[in-house]
Structures are given as structure tokens and as C-alpha cells.
């Protein structure tokens, strides 16, 4: 069974450009989650798409935005970027009946802002 | 508020000996917790995780872990260290009811030696 998938892998941005990252989750998820991860402040929850809906969301600024399409593939998109946005950005899915469940995790897409 | 304290941020072993990570939570309900293994520039892989049945919980490649109430603990183990045991360790905790959204732990490196 395949698992999370995340593209693109790599990503390098210069400040001020937007850029949007995709998650595909495993088949028969519904829900997706993402985390931004960095040295400094570890691992941290953006937000949680089900069903096309945002169900939850973490303390980030209006720039991280995402979405979540009705095959449960999910994107998020962050503009206006700054340098405090190079990390590794992780997304997650669980969840085939909206109850908690365990998450699992794609690889990552490390973006990295010049 | 909820959140997840570990006391390690690296622990180092020698080959063949035991591990313990240690993992303390705070929560007002009842929580989900896991263990979440990362080596280097890959995602998360669930080790294990606890949801409120047996007390003590065993996950992949040997490891274990056992939810104290009491002492509002979580701590990994495992009898005998490999080397391809050398990765970062996160204790994670999810909220009951509110699905979507886990807060981590700070993270622990194992170092295992030959």
C-alpha cells in the first residue's frame, strides 16, 4: 500500500515569492494534517484539512494558508516568504472516519528561502 | 494547556545495551500518546502508540513503552541497542476529542557506539 507522498522533495525560494507544496495521502484517508519543522522551534501543527474543510489550525500567520481537494489530496501555500520559513514541512493523513486515529507522515519537502 | 516534556535531548549507548528515552506529558484529559522515530532527512515513522487499553505498549523493532498515569510519564525502551537504532526520538501527545493536531516533544538523539 503506498504511502504519504510529498512533492516537491526540494525547494529553493527567494524572499518575497510564494510557493505551494502538495501532499497526497494514503488511500482511503481523509484527513490531512501538516507541521512545519526547524531546528529551532521543532516540530510545529499549521493545520488539518477533512473532507475539505479546515478542522483545526496552529499559530502561523495568514501568509500559510492550504486546502484540501475532494480526492483528499492536499496543498498548502505560503506567500510573501521570508527567510524564517526555510524548514522541512511535513504532512500527515489518518483518519478514514473523521475519529482520532494515528498519523502518518510523508517525507518531507525542505524548503529553503534565500 | 497540554504539552510533552522530554528530559533528553540526547542520550548515547553503546551497541547491545539498553535504551531509555524518557517522556512526561501534561494534559487535562485523557490523551493519545506516541513515539515517533525520524533518521536523518527522512518523515516520521510511528514506533508506537497508547490509547488507553494495555498500559504497556510494544511497537516495531523492539521497542516498548508504558504509560504511567501516576506519574504522567511515557518512556521508551528498548533490552538491546542497534546501531541502525541512531535516529531522533519524539514523544508525541494528541489531544482526546481533537483529532488532527499533535504536539510533540522537543525531540532526543540516540547515539548508539559500537
Known amino acids: 500500500k503506498a504511502g504519504v507522498t510529498q512533492t516537491p522533495r526540494y525547494l529553493i525560494k527567494t524572499r518575497g515569492q510564494q510557493v505551494t507544496l502538495s501532499c497526497s495521502p494514503i488511500?482511503?484517508?481523509?484527513?490531512v494534517s501538516w507541521y512545519q519543522q526547524t531546528p529551532g522551534q521543532g516540530l510545529q501543527f499549521l493545520f488539518e484539512?477533512?473532507?475539505?474543510?479546515?478542522?483545526n489550525k496552529g499559530n502561523f500567520p495568514g501568509r500559510f494558508s492550504g486546502r484540501q481537494f475532494s480526492n483528499s489530496r492536499s496543498e498548502m501555500n505560503v506567500s510573501t516568504l521570508e527567510l524564517g520559513d526555510s524548514a522541512l514541512y511535513l504532512c500527515?493523513?489518518?483518519?478514514?472516519?473523521?475519529?482520532?486515529?494515528?498519523?502518518?507522515f510523508g517525507p518531507g519537502t525542505r524548503l529553503t528561502v534565500l | 494547556a497540554q504539552s510533552v516534556t522530554q528530559l533528553d535531548s540526547h542520550v548515547s549507548v553503546s551497541e547491545g545495551t539498553p535504551v531509555l528515552l524518557r517522556c512526561n506529558y501534561s494534559?487535562?484529559?485523557?490523551?493519545?500518546l506516541f513515539w515517533y522515530v525520524q533518521h536523518p532527512n527522512k518523515g516520521l515513522q510511528l514506533l508506537l502508540k497508547?490509547?488507553?487499553?494495555?498500559?504497556l505498549v510494544k511497537g516495531i523493532n523492539g521497542f516498548e513503552a508504558e504509560f504511567k498515569k501516576s506519574e504522567t510519564s511515557f518512556h521508551l525502551t528498548k533490552p538491546s541497542a542497534h546501531m541502525s537504532d541512531a535516529a531522533e526520538y519524539f514523544c508525541?501527545?494528541?489531544?482526546?476529542?481533537?483529532?488532527?493536531?499533535?504536539?510533540f516533544g522537543q525531540g532526543t538523539t540516540l547515539q548508539v557506539k559500537p
Open positions: 494534559s487535562s484529559y485523557s490523551p493519545s
Open positions: 484539512y477533512f473532507s475539505e474543510t479546515q478542522r
Open positions: 500527515a493523513s489518518s483518519g478514514r472516519t473523521g475519529l482520532p486515529d494515528t498519523q502518518y
Open positions: 488511500s482511503g484517508h481523509r484527513s
Open positions: 508525541v501527545v494528541s489531544l482526546s476529542g481533537n483529532t488532527g493536531k499533535l504536539i
Open positions: 497508547y490509547t488507553s487499553a494495555a498500559t
